[in-house]
């Protein structure tokens, strides 16, 4: 009956996954494109990595429960004991964006038009920025108009500072408004100032990040450690009501967890001018 425990766990999981992941109101690729990048991406390790710790742990526990949790947290590793990559991400995109920005005001104000603006300072843009940069120039050549380019630059980007470029330079081309030089300077000086801000919140929010850090660790190594040193004071949870019980403190700790992650992130600012990046592709083939 063990394999049979370790599914009603896995399904109980992969339930409560699906009820958690269908709550959040995100933007969602296609389930192929999804399954897709999990299978081909470097997800598809993690995968890996969880099967093992799964199969790893219901063959020594012979606990269903203890194995969902072990292939639960092995996922999520990364995320909670890897750092702040995601705020490390997110700052190389704004100053890419910043950069950018400033770059493209000088080609403007060197009497460029906005078109050539972009596709001169297109290659000058940095990683995070010069794939979506470099397509919307080619688009541009290709010959796409420009509203449609700088709706599919927003699209890819996703981001709030590139909506507010994307939408100076649109009203600036629809009015041939001759002060856009001057509205990309105040918006490359504005996203360089958030960038300050968000390292200076990040600093003081790194103690607060080991701390949570420090709690999952210790947690983790004392659950061990007892089922390693001191297996009698854990036999409670060998029958169904003690898988029961254990499933409760697990969602418990699991919850405790995620709140605390939530705690030490920076909330994303919400894109105000979304509508206006949605790609009119009846009029992307061009004039």
Known sequence: MTALHVLCGLSVGVGVWLVFAGSRRIE????????????????????????????????????????LLAGLFTWAAPALLGGNRGEQTAQAKLEAIASWTETLRGRLRAYAGIEQAIRESADMARPPLHAHTTAMSTALTAGVRLPQAL???????????????????????????????????????????????????????????SSARI???????VGAGLFVFNRPL?????????????????????????????????????????????????HASGP
């Not at 709706?151 to 002060?179: E, N, P």
């Not at 709690?215 to 190594?221: A, D, E, L, P, S």
């Open 28 to 67: 969602r690729p296609e389930p192929l494109l999804r399954l897709r990048s999990i299978l081909v991406g470097t997800a598809r390790w993690r995968l890996v990595a969880v099967a093992v710790a799964v199969l790893a742990t219901a063959v020594v526990t012979r606990w269903p429960v203890a194995a």
């Open 151 to 209: 709706s599919a630059f927003q699209h890819d980007v996703d981001h709030h500072a590139a909506d507010l470029v994307a939408t100076s330079l649109r009203i600036a081309a629809a009015k041939h408004s001759g002060k856009l030089a001057a509205q990309l300077g105040w918006l490359a000086d504005a996203v360089r100032q958030r960038v300050a801000a968000r390292q200076r919140i990040e600093t003081s929010r790194a103690e607060s990040q």
């Open 215 to 221: 709690v999952i660790i210790i947690v983790v190594v």
């Open 234 to 282: 854990l036999s409670a949870y060998d029958s169904a009501g003690g898988q029961v019980v254990l499933l409760l403190v697990a969602g418990i700790w699991t919850l405790a967890t995620f709140y605390l992650q939530q705690l030490t992130r920076l909330p994303e600012q919400e894109r105000v001018l979304r509508d206006e990046a949605e790609p009119d592709h009846s």
